[in-house]
């Protein structure tokens, strides 16, 4: 029987994009237009569609003001959501890219007053995203267990093509233990070995990638590195047929 993380990343290797097979808009300015349309109808699903493939489209095409609006499009959409964790990842990116942009500081200020009325954090479950700007976003779904244990379900992406407007994609999931703020998962099953250090602050989540790619089992050019923002502070969800044992 496969492990969790075999299993995991068995799933996420089969395919090697994650792009819709019809793009939603043209470009990034048909796209903001598709997404505002569809955001003002209350479409919220369609929305998100083309505003990430604003963020992509934008990426490719080396707009960094196009690349600010989509990135305040998508906190707006997480405003609207009741999301504001995610409004906050959101408009980090978009400060980080323009830390004049008067939306970016809007949204950003929106979602920390919001955030400041939601009940306090207990522990460290829920949704946690990274994201620099560019068309990848990593994401770690973790849930505290008793015991001093913690499960934790990671996708990685890399390699972004504008050609095709695909990625690839690796994961890893299990069960560690786990001390309150600090958790390692490790495997040899791929070659030398491939640690990840998991390190949590509030609503933060640091991970550490020792090892490559391939040691990791993640495929070309995916990392799983970076400082992730926790966007949910729910129990997460997890991949059926990934029992996090190993």
């Not at 600090?182 to 609503?203: H, I, K, M």
């Amino acid at each position: 029987m496969l492990s969790a993380h075999l299993a995991l990343i068995a799933l996420l290797n089969a395919a090697p994009t994650d792009s819709p097979s019809r793009p939603v808009c043209r470009d990034a300015r048909d796209c903001n237009v598709a997404g505002t349309r569809a955001l003002g109808s209350g479409r919220m699903a369609a929305a998100q569609e083309a505003f990430e493939a604003e963020v992509r489209f934008a990426w490719c095409e080396g707009d960094t003001a196009g690349l600010v609006l989509a990135h305040n499009n998508l906190a707006l959409l997480a405003l609207r959501r009741g999301e504001p964790l995610r409004a906050r990842l959101w408009s980090d990116v978009a400060l980080k890219l323009d830390a004049r942009s008067p939306a970016a500081l809007y949204n950003a200020r929106s979602a920390n007053e919001r955030i400041a009325r939601l009940s306090p954090a207990q522990g460290v479950s829920g949704t946690y995203s990274s994201s620099a700007g560019d068309p990848l976003i990593n994401e770690v779904r973790v849930h505290e267990l008793a015991g001093n244990r913690m499960r934790f379900e990671l996708w990685a992406s890399g390699a972004f093509s504008c050609v095709d407007m695909g990625h690839h994609m690796g994961g890893a999931s299990g069960i560690v233990a786990f001390n309150g703020r600090d958790a390692v998962w490790e495997t040899q099953d791929f070659g030398d070995r491939c640690r990840l250090l998991f390190s949590f602050g509030p609503d933060e989540l640091t991970v550490r990638q020792e090892g490559s790619p391939a040691d990791c089992g993640f495929g070309n050019r995916v990392y799983a590195d970076g400082t992730y923002r926790r966007t949910s502070r729910q129990a997460p969800q997890f991949t059926p047929g990934v029992s996090g044992t190993r």
